[in-house]
């Protein structure tokens, strides 16, 4: 096999091996280095005019976790027994606002944006809030775009961990207002700049997974020439 075979295999083995961890083994841990390359992947993912809207949480504090357990009925036997727990948050209407002083900062200060560039960029960002993608209608949709962006991180964490033998689980089966006001609570939202998006699990499977389903490729593609 080419080199480039190899590695295409190595990936789709990598996709085959992820399925959606129920439980872990509780006794393996993940290494600090491990889990920080997860971590890389989450932050070099991309992001929608590279606003970078989130915040991961990694929640390895035991009484949080059963606080988090009775409201995340899609993490029972995750929760208990993930090495690693994270909570992705999204930015608010607050700091994603393409006039907020989060976007200025992260422009010209972290990305060294020139200002003059800057000030035509901010333009189209107002365009695309407003009349692209009308984003400014709700808070809610303002909120659930950058929420969409914290799932790009979310996959490209869980694709990365398998790609080194480590298991996952996505997790959106919660009662979001209750874990809100635990966060909130807790000091962890920046004062309503953030809010949570989804979680994720992270650890060793404890048992074999059943064999994966999927659609037909023909079903769901098609080809317009
Ligand atoms: C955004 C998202 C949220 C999910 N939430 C949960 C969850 O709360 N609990 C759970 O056990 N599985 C959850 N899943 C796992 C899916 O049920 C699973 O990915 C799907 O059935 C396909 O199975 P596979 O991932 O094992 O291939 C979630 C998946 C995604 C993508």
């Not at 990598?14 to 390359?37: L, M, V």
Request: aromatic share 10%.
């Amino acid at each position: 096999m080419s080199k480039n075979e190899t590695k295409k295999q190595e990936i789709l083995d990598a996709f085959q091996f992820r399925h959606a961890t129920k439980e872990f083994d509780p006794a393996k841990k993940i290494s600090d280095e491990d889990f920080q390359f997860i971590l890389e992947t989450a932050r070099l993912s991309p992001s929608s005019v590279g606003y970078e809207p989130w915040k991961f949480l990694v929640v390895q504090n035991k009484e949080l976790r059963e606080k988090l357990k009775e409201m995340t009925w899609g993490a029972q036997g995750q929760l208990p027994t993930a090495s690693h727990f994270v909570i992705l948050l999204a930015r608010t209407i607050k700091d994603t606002k393409y006039d907020s002083a989060y976007v200025e900062n992260l422009m010209l200060n972290e990305k060294n944006i020139p200002e003059e560039i800057f000030a035509q960029m901010k333009v189209r960002y107002q365009s695309f809030q407003e009349n692209d993608l009308n984003l400014l209608e709700s808070e809610r949709s303002m909120f659930d775009w950058a929420s969409k962006q914290t799932y790009i991180a979310l996959a490209n964490m869980m694709t990365a961990a398998a790609q080194i033998g480590i298991d996952s689980c996505p997790i959106e089966g919660f009662d979001y207002d209750k874990v809100q006001a635990i966060l909130a609570e807790e000091g962890l939202l920046e004062d309503g700049h953030l809010a949570v998006s989804v979680m994720a699990a992270f650890g060793y499977r404890i048992r074999e997974p059943r064999p994966k389903t999927r659609k037909k490729l023909e079903d769901i593609v098609q080809w317009i020439n």
